[in-house]
């Protein structure tokens, strides 16, 4: 599976930007998505998961009720929906394809993801 992350760009606090996650290769439905973001010097945070059939979604504590993830498996992409977007939320925005999985503490864990894709960068100015 390769997974190319678009969509990202400078907004403004309170803005909002819609991350596309387009995936290639075989089985799609079968693999769950994670979106990860990275902030300079800090570590790569989990943000948002969703199963291979879209039915169960899991969010960061910090992104509960302004992010929301889901999936349109005919066209093999998974969109992450940003609101009330903050400063903090600015950082490199990484999708990734794993196993499924039906935990939030599944979808935090990095390694449980075999694809990444190159990541796509979120601005928020205040």
């Known amino acids: 599976v390769q997974l190319q992350a678009s969509g990202g760009g400078l907004v403004q606090a309170g803005g909002s930007l819609r991350l596309s996650c387009a995936a290639s290769?075989?089985?799609?439905?079968?693999?769950?998505i994670g979106w990860f973001r990275q902030a300079p010097g800090k570590e790569r945070e989990f943000v948002a998961g969703i199963s291979g059939g879209g039915g169960s979604t899991y969010y960061a504590d910090s992104v509960k009720g302004r992010f929301t993830i889901s999936r349109d498996n005919a066209k093999y992409t998974v969109y992450l929906q940003m609101s009330s977007l903050k400063p903090e939320d600015t950082a490199v925005y990484y999708c990734?394809?794993?196993?499924?999985?039906?935990?939030?503490?599944?979808?935090?864990?990095?390694?449980?993801?075999?694809?990444w894709g190159r990541g796509t960068q979120v601005t928020v100015s205040s």
């Open positions: 990734a394809a794993g196993g499924g999985g039906y935990s939030v503490a599944y979808y935090q864990d990095r390694d449980r993801y075999a694809y």
């Open positions: 290769g075989r089985r799609f439905s079968s693999y769950g």
